[in-house]
């Protein structure tokens, strides 16, 4: 196909057509009228040699291939957006723009905090978006990061598209603080016969695939799409669940749980940030990346805050540490 011949604003009304649904509407929303969207419309239609849009009854709905369609027109018009944004140079302090980056609540929490506390203090004009790991990120990788800024993802799970590296965590398992049959280690027969508490797609993570190799199969019988949520499904329970230190020590004060080292060695967590290669060379992402990868320097660097749980109300709850 030669894309010289095309013309690109075909795709802002592809888009709009085939999410409205309507011609009248889709003109309104790109700013066209309804005579000028129309032939727009007839247009898409003697070059995919299809209706897209087929009349029942009183209103419009997509033929297959416009069903097809649909999210590749979304994804193009999204890539070809921020491929003509991007910058030349790009100063921080007085830019105002958005920035979307995709990542787990674990990753916001123990990573994507501390960047937003750095981007409030030295660009107060830029905007971070958060936006939940789909599962649907192994197998849809490319679609994913062309309509995003970047994307946090430990090494592992996700290869073949540039990344820098931010901090490493490790592996820990959460046990309920009065867990009868759990002392203060567990043992790889405990991974088998105690049921799990996992996250959407913890198979992905090295550490996960680990047991597969020593022959152990998790008994899930809750799975959550929130790191954050595991610890209140642990509380009071049997049940074990397998989370990254460092949100481990975040969540210490929500949960009567404990925390208790794997019973092999687990492979350490190495978090990155992922980026299209349509975006390498953009100076408002390089500028992202270069504050990202020192907000992971200066994570590594430091200790880990601790957050510890108030004692308990009771007869002796007036008593110092040191009584």
């Known amino acids: 196909?030669?894309?010289?011949?095309?013309?690109?604003?075909?795709?802002?009304?592809?888009?709009?057509?085939?999410?409205?649904r309507n011609v009248t509407r889709a003109g309104q929303r790109v700013g066209l009228s309804q005579p000028a969207m129309s032939a727009a419309l007839a247009r898409l239609r003697r070059h995919f040699d299809d209706d897209l849009l087929a009349r029942v009854g009183g209103h419009y709905e997509l033929t297959a291939l416009g069903q097809v369609l649909l999210d590749r027109a979304s994804t193009a018009y999204d890539l070809l957006e921020r491929l003509f944004a991007s910058q030349a140079d790009f100063d921080p302090a007085r830019?105002?723009?958005?920035?979307?980056?995709?990542?787990?609540?674990?990753a916001v929490a123990v990573f994507g905090a501390e960047l937003a506390r750095v981007v409030h203090q030295e660009a107060p004009g830029i905007r971070l978006r958060f936006a939940q790991t789909p599962t649907s990120v192994v197998d849809a990788?490319?679609?994913?990061?062309?309509?995003?800024?970047?994307?946090f993802m430990p090494h592992?799970?996700?290869?073949?598209?540039?990344?820098?590296?931010?901090?490493?965590?490790r592996w820990v398992f959460l046990v309920a603080e009065d867990h009868p049959s759990v002392g203060d280690r567990l043992t790889r027969e405990d991974l088998a016969r105690l049921p799990w508490v996992t996250y959407q797609r913890t198979y992905d993570a090295p550490a996960v695939r680990q047991l597969g190799m020593l022959g152990i199969e998790p008994r899930v019988e809750v799975s959550v799409d929130s790191f954050q949520i595991m610890p209140l499904l642990v509380d009071g329970t049997r049940r074990?669940?397998?989370?990254?230190?460092?949100?481990a020590r975040l969540l210490a004060p929500l949960a009567a749980v404990r925390v208790v080292e794997p019973p092999y060695e687990a492979v350490p967590l190495s978090e990155a940030l992922w980026w299209h290669p349509?975006?390498?060379?953009?100076?408002?992402?390089?500028?992202?990346?270069?504050?990202?990868?020192?907000?992971?320097?200066?994570?590594?660097?430091e200790r880990p805050r601790h957050h510890r749980r108030p004692p308990a109300a009771g007869p002796n709850s007036h008593e110092t540490p040191e009584s």
């Open 141 to 151: 990788t490319d679609a994913l990061l062309s309509t995003t800024d970047g994307l």
């Open 95 to 106: 830019e105002s723009r958005e920035f979307k980056l995709v990542a787990s609540d674990y």
């Open 1 to 20: 196909m030669n894309l010289g011949r095309l013309d690109l604003n075909l795709v802002v009304a592809l888009r709009a057509l085939l999410e409205e």
């Open 278 to 301: 349509v975006h390498t060379h953009d100076a408002a992402h390089i500028w992202l990346r270069e504050t990202a990868a020192r907000v992971g320097r200066r994570m590594t660097e």
């Open 240 to 247: 074990i669940a397998l989370i990254q230190a460092r949100l």
């Open 156 to 169: 592992g799970v996700i290869s073949g598209f540039p990344a820098t590296d931010l901090y490493q965590d």
